[in-house]
Nanobody, 124 residues
């Protein structure tokens, strides 16, 4: 059974940074895609970043481009999202998800495994 567990959320001041982690058990990101999504109260879920495990290709939403970095460790069982220059609009619950490699580039493919989410709150 695939399990994804996020950690690293918390309260951060505007302009600050944080790194979220997504630990996978029973699963390797090699041969799959791992993505970070976020959902703020009253807003739709947004895909923030995606990484293809095989070649480490990365994709970012315009809202975080230049401020976010998605990566994974050498074992391909932990993914990270580094966010810099945090803004109040980055406040949301952040979710890690895993799926087929093509999920990074084809929205219709979808992600089959999800973590429980971690809250990020940016104070102004």
């Amino acid at each position: 059974e695939v399990q994804l567990v996020e950690s690293g959320g918390g309260l951060v001041e505007t302009g600050g940074s944080l790194t979220l982690s997504c630990a996978a058990s029973g699963f390797s990101f090699l041969g799959h895609a791992v993505a970070w999504f976020r959902q703020a109260p009253g807003k739709e879920r947004e895909e923030v970043a995606c990484l293809v495990g095989r070649d480490e290709s990365t994709y970012y939403a315009d809202s975080v481009k230049g401020r976010a970095t998605i990566s994974s460790d050498d074992a391909r069982d932990t993914a990270f999202l580094r966010m810099n220059d945090l803004k109040s609009e980055d406040t949301a619950v952040y979710y890690c998800a895993a799926g087929p490699e093509s999920a990074c580039t084809y929205e219709s493919v979808g992600f089959s495994s999800w973590g429980q989410g971690t809250q990020v709150t940016v104070s102004s």
